[in-house]
T-cell receptor, first 113, second 110 residues
Framework: EAQVTQNPRYLITVTGKKLTVTCSQNMNHEYMSWYRQDPGLGLRQIYYSMNVEVTDKGDVPEGYKVSRKEKRNFPLILESPSPNQTSLYFC????????????FGEGSWLTVV | AQRVTQPEKLLSVFKGAPVELKCNYSYSGSPELFWYVQYSRQRLQLLLRHISRESIKGFTADLNKGETSFHLKKPFAQEEDSAMYYCALSGRGRDDKIIFGKGTRLHILP
């Protein structure tokens, strides 16, 4: 089944403890991206990648890192999580760019205490 | 600057009544416009895009370049339409990002 898979789905962590949220797609898509969803703020893009080894900042990149070493994977790294990064995170992919249909993962609930 | 505005956070509509979710945008070029929907306990998914000019689940949206709007409409609301709706805008260039509105929660009343 064609899909975007992200893990973990739920995580509670402590301030400052590095964590990685993995994201994988099996559709051979070039474009991948990360978003956070917060009440009243909607969906905001964190980072995106147009292809392997190409990553760019979205609207809210502070406190996050990404890498795109392989086409199918696009992990989101929080080097030193803080409580303001408590949010619902979505990974997504599309064929070439954001002008194509974007396929979303199921979301990862992250709580930083 | 690119901007997408959804003026209503919450819209409550009775079943069978018409629905209109508003979306206004600001963009200097020719935008690609989308409506994405998130049903309860499901992942966000594309509902429709302006370029396809089709009707999905009874919803339509017309791009009005003069008013810079892309309102989503359905003539008769159904209970299963209750969901969170996001309007989104993108360019077609390599450096273009996608911008989502803040979303409108549609609540269909029985």
């Amino acid at each position: 089944e064609a899909q975007v898979t992200q893990n973990p789905r739920y995580l509670i962590t402590v301030t400052g403890k590095k964590l990685t949220v993995t994201c994988s797609q099996n559709m051979n898509h070039e474009y991948m991206s990360w978003y956070r969803q917060d009440p009243g703020l909607g969906l905001r893009q964190i980072y995106y990648s147009m292809n392997v080894e190409v990553t760019d900042k979205g609207d809210v990149p502070e406190g996050y890192k990404v890498s795109r070493k392989e086409k199918r994977n696009f992990p989101l790294i929080l080097e030193s999580p803080s409580p303001n990064q408590t949010s619902l995170y979505f990974c997504a992919s599309s064929l070439r760019g954001p002008w194509n249909t974007i396929y979303f993962g199921e979301g990862s609930w992250l709580t930083v205490v | 600057a690119q901007r997408v505005t959804q003026p209503e956070k919450l819209l409550s509509v009775f079943k069978g009544a018409p629905v209109e979710l508003k979306c206004n945008y600001s963009y200097s070029g020719s935008p690609e416009l989308f409506w994405y929907v998130q049903y309860s306990r499901q992942r966000l998914q594309l509902l429709l895009r302006h370029i396809s000019r089709e009707s999905i689940k009874g919803f339509t949206a017309d791009l009005n370049k003069g008013e810079t709007s892309f309102h989503l409409k359905k003539p008769f609301a159904q209970e299963e339409d209750s969901a969170m709706y996001y309007c989104a805008l993108s360019g077609r260039g390599r450096d273009d990002k996608i911008i989502f509105g803040k979303g409108t929660r549609l609540h269909i009343l029985p």
